[in-house]
């Protein structure tokens, strides 16, 4: 059976009482179909199914409560009249409170009365009291229970209230008994898990003995059991794409002879890490494979990607193949272009290079260089993926600093290859480093390598938080700083995107620093500046030409000149700490002790404190990143662009991080043996929620 037959796939409209005025409220929930209703799940529960002893009551509950009336009288006078009603229960006495006042009311809370109320305690004048609680008169013997279920409590929005909720999420929950059909395969929800209806009817309609705490906290197995399936339907959804591209899309396989690796290895001043190693030697058992690689390479700051990626781009040129390598800044991708030929050219490799601000003469020659069978390696920025670009053979797309860019330019690059059916490679490297959590929810149709080592020789920097007010004790540390032959950054932010009134606050700066600082040789760079203009200044500074550069967030990614060991970040408490870390990662290149600080504007907001805070205890960036998404959610972490594909409805793929394992495994066993109940699998979960992963 599939789900268009037991009518859960059909629109809410299809519901008794549901026009197209509730239709689009119920849409701003995300509810459209029936099936959706069903998925909905209650943000907590109200206890009416028994009494609690008024004794017990504690301020804050909702509770059903059961007594007799002792007195009522009005109190107060004119606009704030209200009616009191004491009742007990023979543990304790509560006082009913009620302000809108109607006809009958004093005569139902007569004295002796029998009364069941429902409402919050909250503690008043004269002990605990319940203001405007539903009431009934109890007649006789009649049971006082009022449920005999607990009480769901949905997320809901104008228009529509809890009644409505629960009339029609009990409407559709019929169309589940008749028959949804269970699409968990066997083996993966383990024993102790219920089964999907079980699961449904107890989130929706638990018994009074459920476990509510669990409930709420979404440990309960019954939530387990939806958040299971959901993560199962979000891996599919993600991990199809891959399938897809590996059964319809060949890679040219890209084994080589080492020869140009051997010698890049032997030409560099350092040896790499273990960790880098292992990247690398992951990264060359991919290209060597006709499937093409789907990598996200994460190491943090000054981990030391960029001789990975160049070692990537050496494999495919011994193979008579190109390497693209596309950096999210202007600046980011001058470096690497100057970091790639001084590697490369030695080795007799072609490096040429694109950027969207080339004048047009320019463009055109390397536009031609590209296209031909000389040219090794293609540094740019985005400007690689537009139209006009033709490789030659474009064997590996490496792109740099991946959180800068969305998803769909992703893709876009992957389209360059040869023909529609061979794709190049693709790796992908990001600083910003993601728990292991998120990057399989996020990056779900990635492999993911991690270069979980430094260098040897780096010492952490030490970061201080100092208020702008002390500005003059930081700038004299910057020129004593510089004084002693070391180097520092000046970093101005503004929370305006701008790029303009960012240049105006640095150049503002720059101006003041100068004359403060006379003694220091102080540079500026700035997005609003030409690239030969900046590339000067930089390479000024990375020469030790200037002690002092004073630089907007264009610094933020990706450049490396080791001798600059301090950096004074202005406006601190407006970024976030993804973008701090960047920024500060900066420092700490060489083997002198580094520092930051942070010239944050006084007061700072709770969160602000709290945010700093992070980054004054810890230079992990892992740490770092669990912090952040803690604080902010996932968009800070993998840019905002890309949010919205990864909301949860019931999993939390934090809290949930034990399934994970389990769901890639089944994820990957279903995709290959089993298509058709992965698709249905999506379709309940993601349904058209699945933009993401599909070209
Ligand atoms: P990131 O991972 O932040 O992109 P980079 O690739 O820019 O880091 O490397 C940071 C610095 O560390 C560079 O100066 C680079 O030459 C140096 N480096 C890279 N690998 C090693 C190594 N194994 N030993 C010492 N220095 C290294
Ligand atoms: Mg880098």
């Known amino acids: 059976m599939n789900d268009a037959d037991t009518g859960l796939t059909q629109p809410v409209t299809g519901l008794r009482g549901v026009g197209a005025r509730l239709a689009e409220r119920l849409a701003k929930l995300g509810i459209r179909t029936v099936q959706d209703l069903v998925l909905h799940l209650p943000l907590r529960y109200e206890d009416r199914t028994r009494p609690q002893p008024i004794g017990s009551l504690l301020p804050g509950q909702s509770v059903l409560v059961q007594g007799e009336v002792m007195l009522t009288d009005l109190a107060g006078g004119g606009g704030r009249r209200r009616l009191l009603c004491r009742i007990s229960d023979g543990t304790g006495s509560l006082t009913l409170v009620f302000f809108r006042l109607y006809p009958g009311l004093h005569a139902r809370l007569s004295k002796g009365v029998q009364l069941a109320c429902f409402g919050d305690v ?5 002990g605990l009291q319940m ?15 009022e449920e005999d279920r607990l009480t769901p409590v949905y997320p809901a929005t104008d228009g529509v209230n809890q009644t409505t909720l629960r009339r029609l999420i009990e409407q559709a929950m019929q169309f589940v008994r008749a028959g949804l059909p269970d699409l968990l395969p066997d083996g993966l929800a383990g024993p102790g898990l219920p089964g999907l209806l079980e699961a449904l009817e107890t989130v929706h309609r638990p018994t009074p003995d459920c476990d509510i705490e669990a409930m709420q906290a979404g440990t309960h197995p019954a939530c387990r059991r939806l958040a299971l399936e959901e993560l199962l339907a979000h891996q599919l959804s993600l991990r199809q794409f891959r399938y897809q591209a590996r059964r319809e899309r060949r890679a040219p396989v890209l084994r080589g002879d080492h020869r140009l690796r051997r010698q890049l290895i032997a030409s560099l001043p350092f040896a790499l890490t273990a960790a880098q190693q292992r990247v690398a030697d992951q990264i060359g058992t991919d290209l060597a494979r006709a499937e093409p690689m789907l990598r996200l390479v994460q190491g943090d700051v000054g981990s030391g990607k960029t001789v990975v990626a160049a070692l990537a781009a050496l494999q495919a040129v011994e193979c008579g193949q190109q390497a693209a390598v596309m950096a999210p800044t202007e600046l980011l991708a001058e470096q690497h272009y100057q970091g790639f030929r001084s590697w490369l050219e030695p080795l007799e490799v072609e490096v040429a290079w694109l ?18 069978a000389d040219c090794g390696v293609v540094i740019g920025t985005h400007a690689l993926f537009q139209d006009q670009v033709r490789f030659h053979r474009l064997g590996l797309a490496i792109i740099d600093e991946q959180h800068r860019f969305g998803v769909h ?20 490297m990001t600083a910003t480093p993601i728990p292991r959590t998120l990057a399989m929810t996020a990056y779900a149709d990635l492999d993911v390598s991690v270069i979980d080592e430094l260098p040897p020789g780096r010492t952490p920097v030490t970061t201080v938080a100092i208020p702008d007010g002390r ?7 910057v020129a004593e700083a510089c004084a002693s032959g070391q180097q520092a950054y000046w970093v101005c932010t503004l929370i305006e995107e701008s790029e303009q009134l960012q240049a105006q606050a640095a150049e503002d700066t720059v101006a003041l620093l100068r004359e403060a600082l006379p003694t220091l040789r102080t540079g500026l760079v700035h997005g609003r500046m030409k690239s030969v203009e900046k590339e000067a200044v930089m390479a000024d500074f990375a020469q030790g030409r200037l002690d002092l550069l004073v630089a907007t967030t264009v610094i933020e990614v990706g450049v490396n000149v080791p001798n600059a060991s301090l950096m004074v970040i202005e406006n601190p408490e407006r970024l976030g700490l993804a973008q701090l870390h960047q920024l500060r990662g900066r420092v700490g290149r060489g083997a ?3 520092s930051c600080v942070l010239l944050y504007q006084a007061p700072l907001t709770e969160g602000a404190r709290a945010r700093l805070g992070v980054l004054r205890r810890t230079t992990d960036g892992f740490e770092i990143a669990r912090q952040d998404l803690a604080h902010r959610g996932p968009g800070e972490l993998l840019g905002t662009r890309q949010t919205g594909d990864w909301q949860f409805r019931i999993a939390d793929p934090e809290r949930d991080a034990d399934l994970l394992d389990g769901v890639r495994q089944v994820a990957d066993r279903l995709l290959q043996q089993e298509p058709e109940l992965a698709d249905a699998l999506i379709r309940r979960w993601v349904g058209q929620r699945q933009q993401y992963g599909r070209v």
């Open 122 to 126: 909250r503690p008043g004048p004269a």
């Open 131 to 145: 203001a405007h609680p539903e009431i009934r008169v109890l007649h006789g013997g009649e049971p006082s229970a």
């Open 355 to 372: 950027s969207g601000k080339l004048p047009a003469a320019q463009r055109r020659t390397m536009l031609e260089r590209i296209a031909s």
């Open 409 to 428: 330019q992703r893709l876009a690059l992957r389209e360059k290859g040869q023909d529609a059916e061979v794709q190049p490679h693709q790796m992908i």
């Open 471 to 477: 500005r003059g004790e930081v700038m004299a540390r």
């Open 592 to 594: 002198t002790s580094s």
